[in-house]
């Protein structure tokens, strides 16, 4: 089968995250150029072909390094630019990109939400084919504060504030570092995902990553917000995937293949992965995602092939994978339509 013509959607994919590092390395060579930089070489400090990150050496690659080089305007429309046109070679159709809204030296947080979505329009112009929304992430680290200032962000940019072209954003997730708020803590932002859902946004969470972001009383939490999709899914109790079970036809599974691999995440390798597990419950919706393809190095045409080959799919059972997750977009009734036409009527299997 060819998994890069197969028209995918791609669901789970952080921005930052999705940045080559040759992209990075072009960003470095210009700052450098101009002076505005000491950071080391992205190549030297992520080298090519690396991709065995742990979450104790992920994080930080965020906080102390690729933040520290996406400080203006140019850099950011130039690494959004490389991100959106290599899910477009990928075969990606549609594409619910996810980011932090974080100030720099530079920009405003709401500053560098607008470049985000004028970049995102002025793509969209000129490849028809790929549709990209954004999706605003709360991080478990932020304070209460800081999470209402992206949930105002998201209503001020979503369809209802926003006089965009094509861009906006549609929904909110829950990430960051899982090891932060523990033991049920993560309960201060209920007021903000209510609030979301109030506002129609879609809502994602990051759920169950680590045995720590996974006690009885921060799954409970996360259910109660009534999301849309779940991202991950690996620690859950039996109670837990009894529920996720009942809420089969509201709830769509975002599953990483080698991110949760590479990472060490789940054991047993691929075939050891969950997604097989998941795959056996009758009618449960999974939607294969990237998550950092910058960092895992598999695109997501790669994670159909990973599904295929070590979950022996056959071509058919592929085809209907891409689809499950068309009714679990966030990006409305007609962006569903045109996926359908695609997938289903352009695309046999
Ligand atoms: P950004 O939000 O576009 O800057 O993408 C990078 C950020 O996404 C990181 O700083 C993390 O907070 C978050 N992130 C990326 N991958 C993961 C993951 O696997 N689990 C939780 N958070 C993640
Ligand atoms: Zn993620």
Known sequence: MDFIALPKIELHAHLTGSIS???????????????????????????????????VAFFPLFSKYIYALLTDEASIRHATTAVLQSFLQDGV?????????????????????DILLSTISGFEEQNPRLHTR?????????????????????????????????????????????????????????????????????????????????????LET?????????????????????????????????????????????????????FGGWRRVEGVKVSLGTDDVGIFGSPLSNEYRLAAQHFHLDNRQICALAREGIDFIFGGEVEKERLRRIMWDEHSC
């Open 21 to 55: 590092r040759q992209t990075l390395h072009e960003i470095w060579l210009t700052k450098k150029a101009a002076g505005q930089t000491d950071l080391e070489d992205p190549l030297a400090v992520i080298p090519e072909g690396k991709h065995d990150y742990n979450l």
């Open 93 to 113: 159709v549609y594409l619910e990109l996810r980011t932090t809204p974080r100030p720099t030296p530079l920009l405003s947080a709401a500053q560098y939400v």
């Open 134 to 218: 954004l999706i605003l992430s709360v991080d478990r680290r932020h304070d209460y504060e800081m999470a209402a200032s992206v949930l105002d962000l998201a209503v001020e940019t979503s369809e209802g504030g926003y006089a965009a072209r094509h861009a906006m954003v549609v929904g909110l997730d829950l990430c960051g570092d899982p090891s932060a708020r523990p033991s049920g803590e993560i309960s201060l932002f209920t007021p903000i995902f209510e609030k979301a859902r109030a506002a129609n946004l879609g809502i994602t969470l990051h759920f169950a990553e680590i045995q720590a972001s996974a006690s009885k009383a921060e």
């Open 222 to 274: 996360l259910l109660s917000w009534r999301p849309r999709r779940l991202g991950h899914v690996i620690w859950e109790d039996e109670e837990t995937k009894k529920e996720i079970e009942r809420r089969k036809d509201e709830l769509c599974l975002e599953l990483c293949l080698s991110c949760n691999v590479h990472a060490g995440m789940v054991e047993g390798g691929f075939e050891g992965h969950h």
